[in-house]
């Protein structure tokens, strides 16, 4: 399989202050990755890493040759509710990059907005203001936008925190059928359960670090 | 009249665009910080005898410079700093016209400006810093949008999001440093707050929000200046009132009509 990027002996944190030590992993094309640890181990920090936010203390982040694109959806309570979009405009946010400044949206990305709003069954609320949406609806909202940017990896930020087990499950299946569909996904959360019928390979953050078939995780665990 | 009223327009038309942003992106702190030091700016030329436009310039960026870093001061909340710095800058631009030859006259011009007198020249300068500025916002509105919305996300996506923020910081900088000097500080932070106020409680996009904002704008000012004139009051302190109230009004809009 394809590696689309590979950390070596990595070091991460914040003044100089390492949280992560001694990361090595490589995210595979077509890879369900889940990134598991107690809150506060340091995973939105790996999270972050892998996006280029933050820089590594030591050790090396290398991309496939080119650039790699990401798709981010962040933890739904870090959305600023003040803003009066819907999630049309959210969603077309992600095609602001690949645009470039000067040049306005086009067909091609409302078609693209189109698409993924359909893919994630948001067709009806797509021009209802976000912040009246429920958390399903919210969180398919985000993941829509992420898609939206024609991303090589999709991370997913605890996805699935606050809501109901039924609205939890729809979220995991929508997750899932993305993966099968090709696209490559790490998806951080604190519940093991949640991930381990779904994740190819997991990554568990608990005082170390360790990672591989998700099977063989639960096994050590 | 003319002349003040073609100033006022041009002042609540960019200041109230702005002013959407300002309240959206929660940096209401930061403009009258900016105001405060853009008036340092032209207390300090008042009392060097220099080009007061100038001065508010290079204070209002310097303003800008400090303001626009994500980490003013790690130990301690980046509001603190801000807060300290408008405190700050407004006792020493009061201090810096104690000294001047006209002091209290120059301090309550300062405050409250004096839109009355002002010059077709202040009108052209006026033109010269905001044409910039509303090119700018039209060329790089999405930019602006999605690193103030979300910046993880747009950074991320390969934004310079560190450069948008600045550039809209520096955009707010000039816009504050030219108005001040023509409505003075309290006007200027007034039409960058009060018509985004009334907008964002009562519209339901951001596209709407900053035509509602304009009209807002456009209406307390021109019914200021022409009511200050029949009833011989201060225009700019005529103006903030009728602010107050039209937010007023939008609070009663939302009771009445809100879903």
Not at chain 1, 167 to 195: A, R, Y
Not at chain 1, 201 to 216: Q, T
Not at chain 2, 62 to 68: A, C, E, K, P
Not at chain 2, 211 to 234: K, R
Request: with cysteine; net charge positive; hydrophobic share 50%.
């Amino acid at each position: 399989m394809e590696e689309l990027l590979k950390f070596s002996d990595v070091a991460l944190g914040y003044s100089k202050i390492p949280v992560l030590q001694g990361i090595s992993f490589g995210i595979f094309k077509g890879d369900f990755l889940g990134i598991v640890g107690p809150n506060g181990s340091g995973k939105t920090t790996l999270l972050k890493a892998i996006l280029g936010i933050l820089k590594p203390l030591r050790g090396e982040i290398c991309c496939r040759g080119g650039s790699l694109r990401f798709g981010y959806v962040p933890q739904r309570e870090m959305m600023d509710e003040l803003y009066p979009l819907t999630p049309r405009e959210i969603i077309m946010m992600s095609r602001y990059p690949l645009l470039g400044p000067l040049k306005r949206s086009g067909k091609k990305d409302k078609e693209k907005a189109a698409e993924v709003i359909e893919k994630l069954g948001i067709t009806d609320i797509a021009n209802k203001l976000y912040k009246n949406l429920s958390g399903g609806q919210k969180q398919r909202t985000l993941i829509a936008r992420a898609l939206a940017g024609e991303p090589d990896i999709l991370l997913l930020d605890e996805p699935t925190n606050g809501m109901d087990i039924k609205v939890e499950k729809n979220i995991m299946e929508i997750i899932n059928l993305l993966n099968l569909e090709g696209i490559t996904i790490v998806m951080v959360t604190h519940i093991i359960n949640l991930v381990a019928n779904y994740a190819s390979r997991i990554a568990l953050i608990n005082e170390k670090f360790l990672i591989g078939d998700s099977s063989k995780i639960l096994t050590e665990e | 009249m003319k002349t003040a009223l073609t100033a006022g327009s041009l002042v609540a038309l960019f200041c109230s665009y702005l002013g959407v942003f300002v309240v959206l992106r929660r940096i209401i702190f930061v403009s009258i910080a900016l105001a405060s030091f853009s008036s340092l700016g032209v207390a300090v030329a008042v009392f060097f005898g220099k080009n007061p436009l100038f001065f508010s310039f290079i204070f209002a960026f310097i303003g800008v410079y400090i303001f626009s870093r994500q980490n003013i001061e790690k130990r301690l909340p980046r509001e603190s700093v801000i807060g300290l710095s408008y405190a700050l800058a407004s006792a020493l631009a009061i201090l810096f016209l104690a000294k001047s030859a006209h002091g209290e006259a120059d301090m309550l011009n300062l405050i409250f400006g004096n839109i009355l007198s002002i010059s077709n020249k202040n009108i052209f300068e006026l033109i010269a810093v905001l044409i910039p500025v509303g090119i700018i916002h039209v060329m790089f509105y999405k930019e602006f949008l999605f690193s103030a919305y979300d910046s993880e996300m747009a950074e991320a996506l390969g934004m310079k999001v560190s450069f948008w923020n600045f550039l809209f910081y520096l955009t707010l900088g000039a816009v504050v440093a030219v108005s001040i000097h023509i409505t003075g500080v309290l006007l200027v932070f007034t039409f960058l707050l009060v018509p985004a106020m009334f907008a964002l409680n009562i519209a339901n996009s951001i596209k709407l929000s900053i035509g509602i904002s304009f009209i807002v704008a456009e209406a307390v000012t021109w019914l200021g200046l022409i009511f200050s004139f029949v009833w011989d009051l201060p225009s700019s302190s005529l103006i903030i009132a009728f602010c107050g109230g039209t937010f007023l009004f939008s609070i009663l809009y939302r009771k009445a009509f809100a879903k």
